[in-house]
């Protein structure tokens, strides 16, 4: 695997977006193969320093206690413009061939809990999951788990929160890059909104998005007639079904799940999930294809593992926001030189 081959302009990039001086090029592109090779916080940039690593990187590499004053100098204007970094890069490894060009493309947005440990973390807070840190938003591409918008948010905002301009930005970013195909977006219950379907709809992408489980969804449910149900193939010695009906405007498809019962029960027990879509076809494919969102948890995973995401080193929430999309670009680097075989 070469960096250096995967000539997409890092450290010029970087150099002509970032308003930071002196040399900021120097400084993402470090930070960025130091998150590549492993890093999870400033110090550990420290490992691109020994032996002939620069000259395989193709630029000079920056002191940890350098990239650390770097850090704290950006702010969410700086995140920005390494937004606008990480979107032309994608431009460019898409035009080399890793991108879907004409063919459908599936996206799945989802948020993630980005602990961090120590209250003094400017926006840092405890939200429904009782953890201390951030909520940021993601959306990925499903068949190479490729980051496309990357939001941090602070830690009390809820899965929804600015959910609708999140969606609106990922499309246009998009469809900027080229893509011509059929976008279908899938998402779980916490970006459930009339908002959010309007969004999708205003841009002409299909969706399906988790409904929750609240009163008038389970009314809607439980006016499914018997014989609409139909059997699915499911996991061994297991039962499932598929039906649909409205809700609000949109098909509502819901899988039913027979539960095992301790003992023989005269009727039996049933767990539901339902979502909703805009999709025209056969409810039983989209049953399926809604329930491989959850391939999305593999990308996050990656990202706090392998790119980064582990450890919010800044106690600036600017910082720590432009930290993110750097993790984003690194987590992406690996994937565009699978793709194209370097």
Not at 236 to 262: P, W
């Amino acid at each position: 695997m070469s960096l250096r081959r995967l000539k997409l302009g890092l450290l010029q990039l970087a150099e002509e977006l970032v308003d930071v001086r002196p040399f900021p090029g120097r400084r993402v592109a470090t930070l960025v193969h130091a998150m590549v090779a492993g890093a999870d916080g400033i110090d550990g940039a420290g490992l691109l320093r020994s032996a002939s690593t620069a000259e395989v990187l193709g630029h000079t590499v920056i002191a940890p206690s350098t990239l650390g004053t770097f850090l704290r100098t950006l702010d969410l204007g700086h995140a920005r413009q390494l937004d606008r970094l990480s979107e032309l890069l994608l431009v460019r490894a898409w035009a080399m061939g890793a991108g879907p060009g004409g063919a459908p493309m599936t996206i799945d947005v989802d948020s993630t809990i980005c602990e961090v440990h120590g209250e003094q973390k400017q926006g840092a807070a405890y939200g429904d999951t009782k953890v201390l840190g951030y909520h940021p938003l993601l959306a990925t591409r499903a068949d190479t788990g490729e980051v496309l918008h990357f939001r941090l948010r602070e830690g009390s905002a809820g899965s929804g929160r600015g959910a609708q301009r999140f969606v609106r930005e990922l499309v246009g970013r998009i469809r900027r890059r080229g893509v011509s195909g059929s976008l279908t977006l899938r998402a779980d219950a916490g970006f459930y909104s009339a908002k959010v379907m309007k969004a999708c709809g205003d841009h002409h992408v299909a969706c399906s998005i988790t409904a929750p489980q609240n009163p008038s969804v389970s009314a809607a449910i439980e006016q499914i007639d018997e014989g609409a149900w139909t059997p699915i193939d499911y996991t061994a010695n297991g039962e499932a079904f598929v039906a649909e009906t409205a809700y609000q405007g949109h098909r509502l498809i819901v899988r039913r799940t027979k539960l095992a019962d301790a003992q023989p029960a005269l009727f039996p027990t049933f767990r539901y999930h339902a979502f909703v879509t805009n999709r025209s076809g056969d409810a039983v494919f989209f049953d399926a294809d809604h329930h491989r969102h959850a391939v999305v948890e593999l990308a996050i995973r990656d990202l706090e593992e392998k790119a980064g995401l582990s450890h919010l080193p800044s106690g600036r929430f600017g910082a720590n926001g432009a930290w993110t999309v750097l993790s984003s670009i690194a987590h992406n680097l690996v994937r565009w030189l699978a793709a194209l075989g370097m």
